[in-house]
């Protein structure tokens, strides 16, 4: 067993789950206002230095990677059926594109990867602890898992997707006052490290059935590459029609160059694919 940062016995296999609380996000009241495959075949680098962090800008890239209804059904087919019918979509891919970047970073297998969940306090999950009525600002929850990768990688996906979905489901109102009182006791103390995090956000929903133009329906959209690379450090999930006119998601990523090439080689396997070439698309954001 090992104490999270809550003081709370966790579990350490196959992953701790856990909760942290962050300022950001809450893009809807604005809005408003306005108007068992893992890809072994793929040559893993020896560990080194975290390549997120000692990579320089210039080799960094960033890609969106499409996922349409065929994408998704071919990765929930690899589940068992009842985890397979349970699971969202969000959990889904976020399990997998954990397992992808971990196994392109060539982390060590006794190194702990982690991930974060950001979770807008507004959501529909949230009903133990509405905000108060009027306020507008920001307001998110980011959930925190932890596994060793090479446990991560090498056991099904079933137990990722298990993870994850322990992760996002867990936050309770307990957990969320915790996590504002720990951050607000740490507020004076060096920020925690962000090595080997993946942090991701589901924003297919921000807006949806909200927005009214009067002329058209919202389709989808997204965050926006604002500024440097460091506004894409974490992957969004957004809502768009692939080219077939079906409802889509889009995965942003961004990785160093060389772990890019690794990633869409390992997001092949798993998606029954010949080649990488059709696994991303051009993004206006």
């Known amino acids: 067993m090992e104490e999270g940062p809550t003081h709370s016995a966790l579990p350490t296999c196959p ?62 087919g690899q589940l068992p059926a009842h985890l397979a019918e349970l699971t969202t979509t969000f959990e889904l891919l976020t399990a997998v594109t954990w397992r992808c970047r971990t196994a392109a970073l060539g982390y060590g297998p006794n190194q702990l990867v982690r991930l974060i969940i950001t979770m807008n306090a507004r959501g529909r999950w ?81 807006a949806v059935d909200m927005l009214k133009f009067g002329w058209a329906f919202l389709a989808g959209g997204g965050i926006p590459l604002a500024g440097d690379l460091t506004s894409k450090l974490g992957s969004d999930h957004m809502r768009c029609r692939n080219a077939a006119g079906e409802l889509s998601t889009v995965v942003s990523m961004l990785l160093p160059r060389v772990a890019m090439a690794r990633f869409k080689k390992e997001m092949a396997v798993w998606l029954n694919k010949d080649d990488d070439k059709s696994l991303t698309i051009m993004s206006s954001l």
């Open 15 to 76: 992953g701790d789950a856990h909760a942290v609380v962050v300022v950001g996000g809450g893009d809807e009241p604005g809005a408003r206002a306005g108007a068992a495959r893992g890809g072994g075949a793929v040559a893993r680098p020896p560990p080194a230095a975290n390549p997120m962090l000692s990579t320089p800008p210039d080799r960094m890239v960033v890609e969106y990677f499409l996922f349409g209804p065929r994408e998704v059904s071919t990765l929930r």
């Open 126 to 206: 949230n009903a133990h602890t509405p905000l108060p009525l009027g306020y507008y600002g920001n307001a998110h929850v980011s959930a925190l898992a932890e596994a060793p990768a090479g446990d991560l990688l090498v056991r099904p996906l079933a137990d990722t997707v298990e993870l994850v979905r322990r992760t996002k489901r867990g936050m309770t109102r307990e957990r969320m006052s915790a996590m504002v009182e720990t951050v607000a006791r740490l507020r004076e103390w060096p920020p925690p490290t962000m090595e080997r995090v993946y942090e991701v956000s589901d924003s297919k929903w921000i």
